[in-house]
């Protein structure tokens, strides 16, 4: 029986977990750097049917239909007058049980853990050095060290485990934007909102069918390295309530009083898509790639890259990093333009947007070529 070790339980490590659970051919370990992981957060996740098909591999459609919520149309608004300008129907990419899906990311994560024995989790802990031979010894941050066929590399954006495998300083860049993320009160719309003003864009959308709607906001901020790396900055109630004022100054919504567990964070994406090769070490997730969440796909991906992973650690084959770059560099394109596109501060850019944005989400060619082909393939 082959052994493993996955590092991070987050969304792809969970997922590559799940997978493991339902093959006897391997058993497996997952290292947590977090003292616990947080199952209350009221924040959304956006999943298209990309990697729903992959989850409902593992039993998602079973989930409560209380605890998720399907949207029809992404709407696309002009956050200063609240402006409809158009909409593109996204249930035409759904197949049958596979539905382009919101939910709260605790939902997922619990989900995940049904399957997932609490044994198999070790809490606080970190990767700190492996040695390379017949087997991979890992040694771990409290001196333990273990030996393992396979690591799977799962610690997310800021990815440590990266860095001690390349063996050099692999840390994202800062994208001059911060998240502002919350639970909006006052919205009635099943449908998933994108909200462009200048210099920031917010999306609602609802977690389940509860009238619970996650926002969203990417606001560009350009802080010094320093302020970047701040965690005091992002929790100081003035930096919050600089960051609500750059919205409501130019959103017909307001968002005084309106907004409740708001947390602030700086987004950070992959400096570039460099592959790290070491004998049966991989990357999944964002330790792999790291896209801007524009066009809300790090999640769908980190899920695909995990089955991809399995299925080539399974196969013996190694066609899993020739297909993923294809696939990553389709998706950072059209996440770096929809970044571009929905922060625009220029009127005249932003008017011409909005035209090209009526044309396009009727084209068919585009729908095809731009969305079909990541949610589809
Ligand atoms: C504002 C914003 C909105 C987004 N919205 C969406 C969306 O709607 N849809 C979508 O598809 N994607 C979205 N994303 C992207 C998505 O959240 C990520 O791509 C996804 O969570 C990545 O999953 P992961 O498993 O790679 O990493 P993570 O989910 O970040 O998990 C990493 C895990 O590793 C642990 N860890 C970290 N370091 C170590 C270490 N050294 N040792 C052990 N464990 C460690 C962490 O504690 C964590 O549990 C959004 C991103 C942002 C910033």
């Not at 209380?66 to 200063?80: G, L, M, Q, R, T």
């Not at 790291?290 to 089955?307: K, L, V």
Request: aromatic content about 12%; some cysteine.
């Amino acid at each position: 029986m082959k052994k493993i070790a996955i590092i991070g339980a987050g969304i792809s490590g969970l997922y590559f977990a799940n997978l493991l659970e339902m093959d006897s051919d391997f058993d497996y370990k997952i290292y947590e750097k977090r003292p616990t992981l947080n199952l209350d957060e009221s924040y959304g996740i956006q999943l298209s049917v990309n990697s729903i098909k992959l989850l409902n591999k593992i039993g998602f459609k079973d989930l409560k239909a209380h605890d998720v919520s399907f949207p029809n149309k992404v709407n696309f608004i002009d956050a200063k007058n609240n402006n409809k300008i158009c909409d593109i129907d996204i249930t035409r990419f759904n197949e049958e049980s596979n539905r382009y899906t919101t939910l709260k990311r605790s939902t997922l994560i619990k989900f995940f853990l049904n399957k997932v024995p609490d044994s198999k989790i070790n809490y606080n802990i970190e990767l700190k050095d492996v040695e390379y031979g017949e087997k991979l010894k890992v040694n771990f941050s409290n001196n333990l060290n273990e030996n393992f066929d396979y690591i799977i590399v799962s610690d997310g954006v800021f990815s440590n485990t990266r860095s001690i495998i390349a063996g050099k300083d692999t840390n994202p860049k800062f994208l001059k934007s911060v998240a502002l993320r919350g639970n909006i009160k006052t919205h009635n719309n099943s449908d998933i909102s994108i909200f462009m003003g200048p210099n920031f864009h917010f999306v609602i959308y609802p977690v389940n069918k509860n009238k619970e709607y996650n926002f969203v906001s990417i606001i560009k901020k350009n802080l010094s390295k320093k302020q970047a790396e701040d965690e005091k900055l992002f929790k100081n109630n003035d930096f919050l309530q600089s960051l609500i004022s750059q919205i409501n100054q130019n959103a017909f919504i307001n968002l005084n009083d309106n907004l409740e567990n708001i947390k602030a964070f700086p987004i950070y994406v992959s400096k570039k898509l460099e592959i790290i090769k070491r004998k049966n070490v991989f990357f999944v997730g964002d330790a792999l790639f790291s896209f801007p969440p524009s066009f809300a796909q790090g999640a769908s991906q980190s899920i695909e890259t995990s089955n991809d992973l399995f299925a080539d650690i399974k196969n013996e084959s190694d066609k899993y990093y020739r297909e993923r770059i294809i696939k990553i560099k389709s998706v950072n394109c059209r996440s770096k333009l929809n970044h571009l596109a929905f922060n625009l501060k220029n009127p005249f850019f932003a008017f011409v947007r909005n035209i090209s944005l009526k044309y396009l989400t009727k084209n068919e060619r585009f729908l095809k070529s731009y969305l079909e082909k990541i949610y589809r393939n």
